[in-house]
């Protein structure tokens, strides 16, 4: 080999010597702390920037229900009117989900309905016997909004029973008009009809059920017909009869005998008056005078007061000495309020 190329190949030797040399004191440890600092910084940086967050749809606000006035009703369907947020009308990715409780029991999901083009969308639900409550929300891409408030409605199919307390049956009402007391469902409409004059009166009961009706009757009897309607349109027809009597105070005469036989004197006889009130009730306590005139012997007059039940008795006897003819025997009742009355009925002396 020439000795030029001996040189050359010599010094390129002793060049990757040194570069071997160089590296393992020391060059492999720069180049290695270059590469971990490259390194340690680019995981800095991708810990430093934050994490995208899920973007999740809220819904903003809750609907509301239209509110009734009045709960309850005997149609067995009706319709839930559902006010949703102006910026969720029309919105095809939510809907409007309604809740029922039924009586004693949780909401539980009814139905899920579409959001309508305008605030308000009617959704017709079907109601089950007695307490039903409804409340809404709006569901959509896996969220719900706040439940509305309840709204109640009560499907009663029953028909309202009328209870007459007063007058009774067939009464002797002495007046213009009576007044009829009794009890219902609790805020019924009632219509009185009294079919004898075609008079007739309305009105209501309150919450407690109690009603008080006020209707013209007419001499006689008189036959009244009372419908009643219940809040859920339900409806019933009570008939009561009564009797419109002359308003004043009367009493009646009856004796246990009216003919006696003149050989039989002496004989014994009952006298009885009943006594009666302007509206036909006993008349308790009045005075009582009562007077037998028989032919042939002297006037005899005895006092006394009806009892509890109006009447007044009053025992005597026809004595020997009569004669055949004709006699009477009358009653007089006085009231210090009522004034008084007289009835007389004829008693008989025959041979």
Do not use: C
Not at 181 to 201: I, W, Y
Not at 220 to 229: C, K, L, V
Not at 245 to 261: D, E, F, Q, W
Not at 297 to 304: A, E, G, R, V, Y
Request: charged share 15%.
């Amino acid at each position: 080999m020439p000795i030029i190329f001996r040189i050359a190949l010599s010094l390129a030797i002793i060049g990757l010597g040194a570069g071997i040399l160089y590296i393992g004191a020391g060059g492999l440890r720069t180049v290695a702390g270059t590469v971990g600092t490259t390194l340690t910084g680019f995981v800095d940086d991708v810990t430093a920037t934050p994490s995208p967050i899920p973007s999740v749809a809220v819904v903003s606000g809750a609907p509301s229900l239209q509110s009734v006035e009045e709960p309850y009703t005997n149609t067995p369907q009706v319709d839930l009117i559902v006010t949703v947020p102006s910026s969720m009308v029309g919105d095809a990715n939510h809907r409007i989900r309604v809740y029922l409780a039924l009586l004693n029991q949780k909401p539980s999901p009814l139905m899920e309905v579409p959001i309508g083009p305008t605030a308000k969308t009617a959704v017709p639900v079907e109601l089950t016997k007695g307490i039903n409550d409804f409340s809404v929300s709006i569901v959509g891409d896996g969220t719900e909004s706040e439940t509305s408030a309840m709204v109640r409605y009560v499907l009663d199919n029953a028909k309202p029973k009328v209870t007459i307390a007063s007058p009774k049956a067939n009464a002797l009402v002495n007046g213009k008009s009576v007044s009829i007391k009794g009890k219902v469902q609790a805020r019924s409409t009632l219509l009185a009809r009294n079919e004898t004059n075609g008079a007739t009166s309305a009105g209501s009961a309150g919450t407690d059920g109690q009603f008080t009706l006020s209707i013209p009757i007419a001499t006689g009897r008189n036959t009244i017909n009372i419908e009643a309607t219940d809040p859920a349109g339900n409806a019933s027809t009570t008939t009561l009869t009564v009797r419109r009597g002359n308003g004043k105070l009367t009493v009646s005469l009856s004796a246990s005998a009216y003919t006696v036989s003149r050989k039989a004197l002496p004989e014994g006889i009952r006298l009885t008056a009943t006594a009666t009130d302007p509206d036909g009730n006993p008349l308790k306590g009045a005075d009582v005078t009562f007077t037998l005139s028989i032919p042939g012997i002297h006037t005899i007059t005895q006092d006394t007061r009806t009892g509890s039940n109006g009447r007044a008795e009053w025992r005597t006897t026809i004595p020997k000495g009569a004669t055949v003819g004709q006699g009477s025997a009358t009653v007089l009742v006085s009231s210090d309020s009522l004034g008084s009355t007289q009835d007389y009925t004829v008693i008989t002396v025959v041979k």
